[in-house]
């Protein structure tokens, strides 16, 4: 993006949540136009991890609170955590609060396995990748510390594996995130053998087409590119809003034009960061509201 090709890199002393470790230098990324929120670069280590996972994050200025909503954002693959700052997210963040957004953090967090490059976000069944338990056991409690949130004011997003990791890992879970977007992802198992070793009822666990039910109550944004050329993508966000569609659960649907590139992908993140903006404004109002009756 124009105005945000020139960063410097500096160290920096941060006090980590109990059982992360940082990295031998944390990272701080100063965009040249816009100061407002600094990218930390926290390590973690998950359940079965033998080596410490980058974890990316970009956090408004002030205090942190269990009031200030969390995105996990989900590569694609190949992918690392550094992929959506490195194509412009943390100035697209630090424009929303010059316009006077309600402040939220961004996370970034690493989906690669130790033994399989296609990890599809998952548990692998063997459990010598366990990276969805990496994300929920060691990614949130380092983001968020002492200030837990509700899952009203917590988010998942992906870009291509990452979207169906997102869609996936929010519907096996669904009292943890209030808010789920999907960036040119895909909603069935794409590799049956290599994490899931051709077990069918892992599978089955994992196919978020087969849990529409486990949707409802959820905001959910289906993002696709016009020209995807991949056909694990093309045309998955309209057949899965159609499912969503006759199980009553709404959704919103949005095909722009497009390849299936971080061109593409981080004009529609930025799109998504809208649609999040606009959720968790509701819920804001909605505890003042509450707050202002109890009085």
């Not at 998942?156 to 594996?161: L, V």
């Not at 977007?181 to 794409?190: L, P, R, T, W």
Request: aromatic content about 8%; overall charge negative.
């Amino acid at each position: 993006m124009a105005g945000v090709a020139v960063f410097a890199v500096f160290a920096v002393l941060m006090i980590m949540p109990s059982g992360v470790t940082p990295l031998a230098k944390s990272d701080v990324w100063s965009f040249a136009a816009h100061r407002h929120g600094p990218v930390q670069r926290l390590a973690v280590r998950g359940p079965a991890d033998s080596a410490w996972h980058a974890v990316w994050v970009w956090r408004p200025p002030g205090p942190d609170s269990a009031l200030i909503p969390v995105l996990y954002f989900l590569h694609g693959n190949p992918g690392e955590p550094q992929d959506a700052f490195r194509h412009g997210l943390a100035a697209i963040l630090d424009e929303r609060l010059e316009e006077g957004y309600r402040p939220f953090v961004v996370a970034c967090p690493d989906g690669n396995g130790e033994h399989r490059w296609d990890s599809e976000w998952a548990d692998s069944a063997d459990g010598s990748d366990l990276v969805e338990s990496r994300l929920l056991d060691a990614v949130i409690p380092a983001v968020e510390g002492t200030h837990r949130r509700a899952a009203a004011r917590r988010a998942i997003a992906g870009f291509s594996m990452g979207g169906y990791g997102a869609m996936n890992v929010a519907l096996r879970h669904p009292r943890l995130f209030g808010q789920i977007v999907s960036v040119a992802g895909y909603f069935h198992v794409d590799d049956t053998a290599a994490m899931f070793a051709g077990h069918q009822a892992l599978i089955a666990a994992n196919s978020p087409e087969l849990h529409i039910g486990m949707a409802r109550g959820k905001r959910i944004l289906l993002e696709e590119d016009r020209s995807d050329g991949l056909a694990v993508i093309r045309g998955q966000a309209a057949e899965f809003d159609a499912l969503l569609d006759r199980a009553h659960v709404r959704a919103t649907l949005r095909i722009t034009a497009g390849a299936h590139d971080w061109g593409y992908a981080i004009g529609a993140l930025a799109d998504a960061v809208d649609f999040l903006a606009d959720g968790w404004d509701r819920v804001a109002r909605a505890h003042a509201g509450r707050r202002h009756r109890h009085r």
